[in-house]
């Protein structure tokens, strides 16, 4: 009995989150921008390049640190005396 009811429900349910009303869905007016929107979208762009371009640069510091350690630990291998 319930797997008749769960058939007869289902399609009723995708129906009501599928469907659109023509009345309540505005096409966009591109004569007027929303400044926010453009400011927002903008703005994160921005922060991102920024925020990427600082990590970057923190890379590349470090692994110039990385290698210039490991360089002079390799030279204190090699000059250290045998024995």
């Known amino acids: 009995m319930w797997l008749t009811g769960m058939l007869f429900r289902a399609p009723v349910a995708l129906r009501n989150v599928q469907t659109r009303s023509m009345f309540l869905a505005k096409k966009p007016d591109y004569s007027r921008p929303n400044w926010l929107r453009v400011s927002l979208a903008f703005g994160t762009s921005a922060f991102l390049w920024v925020t990427l371009f600082r990590q970057h640069q923190y890379d590349l ?7 210039e350690s490991s360089t002079s630990q390799t030279h204190e291998i090699m000059d250290a005396p045998k024995n």
């Open 61 to 67: 510091a470090e692994c110039e640190r990385r290698l």
